[in-house]
Protein backbone atom coordinates (compact mmCIF):
# COMPACT_ATOMS: atom_id res chain seq x y z
CA UNK A 1 0.00 0.00 0.00
CA UNK A 2 1.59 3.68 -0.98
CA UNK A 3 2.36 5.45 2.14
CA UNK A 4 1.17 9.35 2.09
CA UNK A 5 2.81 12.42 2.15
CA UNK A 6 2.36 12.74 5.51
CA UNK A 7 3.39 9.52 6.58
CA UNK A 8 6.48 9.57 4.54
CA UNK A 9 7.10 12.83 6.45
CA UNK A 10 7.12 11.14 9.85
CA UNK A 11 8.78 8.06 9.00
CA UNK A 12 11.91 10.11 8.02
CA UNK A 13 11.72 12.35 10.90
CA UNK A 14 11.41 9.10 13.06
CA UNK A 15 14.52 7.86 11.50
CA UNK A 16 16.57 11.16 11.74
CA UNK A 17 15.36 11.95 15.20
CA UNK A 18 18.32 11.58 17.58
CA UNK A 19 16.58 10.45 20.59
CA UNK A 20 15.90 7.70 17.96
CA UNK A 21 19.37 7.03 17.14
CA UNK A 22 20.09 7.54 20.57
CA UNK A 23 17.80 4.92 21.96
CA UNK A 24 19.28 2.06 19.70
CA UNK A 25 22.86 2.47 20.46
CA UNK A 26 22.24 2.76 23.74
CA UNK A 27 19.68 -0.18 24.22
CA UNK A 28 16.42 1.41 25.08
CA UNK A 29 13.18 0.31 23.60
CA UNK A 30 11.38 4.12 23.02
CA UNK A 31 12.78 7.58 22.30
CA UNK A 32 10.34 8.48 25.31
CA UNK A 33 13.36 7.16 28.34
CA UNK A 34 15.08 10.12 27.36
CA UNK A 35 12.37 12.16 28.66
CA UNK A 36 11.86 10.25 32.13
CA UNK A 37 15.90 10.62 32.02
CA UNK A 38 15.98 14.41 31.71
CA UNK A 39 13.03 15.01 34.32
CA UNK A 40 15.39 12.46 36.51
CA UNK A 41 18.58 14.22 35.97
CA UNK A 42 16.49 17.53 37.07
CA UNK A 43 14.14 16.43 39.79
CA UNK A 44 15.98 13.50 41.07
CA UNK A 45 12.75 11.19 41.73
CA UNK A 46 14.52 7.60 41.40
CA UNK A 47 16.30 6.86 44.34
CA UNK A 48 18.12 3.23 45.04
CA UNK A 49 16.14 0.99 46.76
CA UNK A 50 13.10 2.66 45.67
CA UNK A 51 9.24 0.99 44.96
CA UNK A 52 8.33 2.50 41.52
CA UNK A 53 4.77 1.95 39.87
CA UNK A 54 5.04 2.16 35.59
CA UNK A 55 1.60 2.80 34.18
CA UNK A 56 1.29 2.54 30.61
CA UNK A 57 4.33 1.07 30.18
CA UNK A 58 4.62 -0.21 27.13
CA UNK A 59 7.16 -0.67 25.53
CA UNK A 60 9.61 -0.88 28.65
CA UNK A 61 11.49 2.38 27.86
CA UNK A 62 10.50 3.74 31.12
CA UNK A 63 10.94 0.54 33.01
CA UNK A 64 14.17 0.04 31.72
CA UNK A 65 15.46 3.51 33.17
CA UNK A 66 13.55 3.11 36.29
CA UNK A 67 15.37 -0.26 36.82
CA UNK A 68 18.61 1.07 36.36
CA UNK A 69 18.47 4.18 38.34
CA UNK A 70 16.29 2.05 41.61
CA UNK A 71 19.21 -0.48 41.69
CA UNK A 72 19.43 -3.94 42.59
CA UNK A 73 17.57 -3.10 46.21
CA UNK A 74 14.61 -1.59 44.49
CA UNK A 75 11.36 -2.68 42.77
CA UNK A 76 9.67 -1.68 39.51
CA UNK A 77 5.99 -2.44 38.92
CA UNK A 78 5.12 -1.67 35.46
CA UNK A 79 1.65 -2.60 33.91
CA UNK A 80 0.22 -2.08 29.76
CA UNK A 81 -2.77 -3.27 28.09
CA UNK A 82 -0.46 -4.36 25.25
CA UNK A 83 1.74 -7.35 25.44
CA UNK A 84 5.36 -6.18 26.51
CA UNK A 85 8.52 -8.00 26.39
CA UNK A 86 9.80 -8.65 30.12
CA UNK A 87 12.17 -6.07 31.53
CA UNK A 88 14.61 -7.58 33.45
CA UNK A 89 14.31 -6.32 37.48
CA UNK A 90 10.71 -5.59 36.49
CA UNK A 91 7.37 -7.30 37.37
CA UNK A 92 5.53 -6.64 33.95
CA UNK A 93 1.71 -7.39 34.16
CA UNK A 94 -0.49 -7.37 30.97
CA UNK A 95 -3.42 -5.93 31.68
CA UNK A 96 -5.98 -2.85 31.71
CA UNK A 97 -5.12 -0.38 34.22
CA UNK A 98 -8.48 1.65 33.90
CA UNK A 99 -10.39 -1.68 34.31
CA UNK A 100 -10.87 -2.90 37.92
CA UNK A 101 -8.76 -6.06 37.29
CA UNK A 102 -5.66 -4.41 36.08
CA UNK A 103 -5.98 -1.76 39.09
CA UNK A 104 -6.22 -5.52 41.30
CA UNK A 105 -3.44 -7.21 39.70
CA UNK A 106 -1.27 -4.08 40.27
CA UNK A 107 -2.60 -3.81 44.15
CA UNK A 108 -2.01 -7.41 44.64
CA UNK A 109 1.53 -7.23 43.09
CA UNK A 110 2.39 -4.60 45.58
CA UNK A 111 1.53 -6.84 48.89
CA UNK A 112 0.25 -3.91 51.06
CA UNK A 113 3.46 -1.55 50.81
CA UNK A 114 3.24 1.85 50.40
CA UNK A 115 4.72 3.08 46.96
CA UNK A 116 7.75 5.80 46.41
CA UNK A 117 7.14 6.77 42.84
CA UNK A 118 4.00 6.40 40.66
CA UNK A 119 4.63 6.96 36.79
CA UNK A 120 2.07 7.38 34.35
CA UNK A 121 2.98 7.21 30.50
CA UNK A 122 -0.32 6.17 29.41
CA UNK A 123 -2.07 7.44 26.49
CA UNK A 124 -5.02 5.76 24.54
CA UNK A 125 -5.62 4.86 21.30
CA UNK A 126 -5.90 7.89 19.20
CA UNK A 127 -9.35 8.14 16.98
CA UNK A 128 -8.21 11.60 15.45
CA UNK A 129 -11.31 13.44 16.83
CA UNK A 130 -9.20 16.03 19.13
CA UNK A 131 -12.24 16.35 21.52
CA UNK A 132 -12.88 12.56 22.66
CA UNK A 133 -9.08 12.22 22.15
CA UNK A 134 -8.09 15.08 25.06
CA UNK A 135 -11.14 13.49 27.40
CA UNK A 136 -9.90 10.05 27.02
CA UNK A 137 -6.44 11.24 28.19
CA UNK A 138 -7.77 13.34 30.82
CA UNK A 139 -9.60 10.36 31.88
CA UNK A 140 -6.11 8.28 32.13
CA UNK A 141 -4.39 10.90 33.89
CA UNK A 142 -7.09 11.19 36.72
CA UNK A 143 -7.31 7.17 36.86
CA UNK A 144 -3.09 7.44 37.60
CA UNK A 145 -3.82 10.59 40.24
CA UNK A 146 -6.20 8.47 42.05
CA UNK A 147 -3.83 5.62 42.36
CA UNK A 148 -1.26 7.68 43.29
CA UNK A 149 -2.84 9.71 46.29
CA UNK A 150 -4.37 6.17 47.88
CA UNK A 151 -0.86 4.43 47.46
CA UNK A 152 1.73 6.76 47.81
CA UNK A 153 4.24 7.41 50.86
CA UNK A 154 3.63 10.69 52.64
CA UNK A 155 6.92 11.75 50.60
CA UNK A 156 6.15 9.93 47.36
CA UNK A 157 6.17 11.79 43.53
CA UNK A 158 3.51 11.27 41.43
CA UNK A 159 5.05 11.80 37.34
CA UNK A 160 2.17 11.87 34.56
CA UNK A 161 1.79 12.54 31.43
CA UNK A 162 -0.89 15.26 30.19
CA UNK A 163 -1.99 17.26 26.66
CA UNK A 164 -2.82 20.85 26.98
CA UNK A 165 -6.35 21.53 26.07
CA UNK A 166 -10.00 21.00 27.67
CA UNK A 167 -9.89 19.85 31.07
CA UNK A 168 -6.27 20.51 31.64
CA UNK A 169 -6.35 23.38 34.39
CA UNK A 170 -9.16 21.74 36.56
CA UNK A 171 -6.57 18.74 36.47
CA UNK A 172 -3.65 20.98 37.32
CA UNK A 173 -6.04 22.46 39.85
CA UNK A 174 -7.07 19.04 41.53
CA UNK A 175 -2.93 18.10 41.70
CA UNK A 176 -2.41 21.14 43.33
CA UNK A 177 -5.15 19.84 45.83
CA UNK A 178 -3.87 16.67 46.42
CA UNK A 179 -0.02 17.25 47.10
CA UNK A 180 2.22 20.06 48.52
CA UNK A 181 3.94 20.77 45.42
CA UNK A 182 3.59 20.81 41.49
CA UNK A 183 5.90 22.02 38.72
CA UNK A 184 5.35 20.93 35.05
CA UNK A 185 8.03 19.61 33.11
CA UNK A 186 8.45 19.75 29.08
CA UNK A 187 11.76 17.93 28.77
CA UNK A 188 13.73 18.17 25.66
CA UNK A 189 13.39 14.71 23.87
CA UNK A 190 9.44 15.81 24.12
CA UNK A 191 8.96 17.15 20.84
CA UNK A 192 8.24 20.95 20.58
CA UNK A 193 5.05 20.72 18.54
CA UNK A 194 3.22 18.18 20.76
CA UNK A 195 0.86 19.58 23.06
CA UNK A 196 2.37 17.07 25.82
CA UNK A 197 3.66 17.98 29.08
CA UNK A 198 4.92 16.55 32.59
CA UNK A 199 2.99 17.18 35.96
CA UNK A 200 5.65 16.10 38.57
CA UNK A 201 3.83 16.38 42.09
CA UNK A 202 5.15 15.72 45.42
CA UNK A 203 4.12 14.83 48.75
CA UNK A 204 0.32 13.56 48.89
CA UNK A 205 -1.85 15.44 51.56
Do not use: C
Not at 182 to 194: I, N, T
Amino acid sequence: MKRSASSKNWLRRHVNDPYVQRSRKEGYRARSAYKLIEIDDRDRILKPGALVVDLGAAPGGWAQVVVKRVGATGRVVAIDLLDMAPVDGAQVIQGDFSAASGLAAVVAALGGQRVDVVLSDMAPNLSGIAISDQARVMALAELARDFAVGQLKPAGVFLVKVFQGEGYDEFLRSLRAAFGKVVVRKPDASRGESAELYLLARDPR
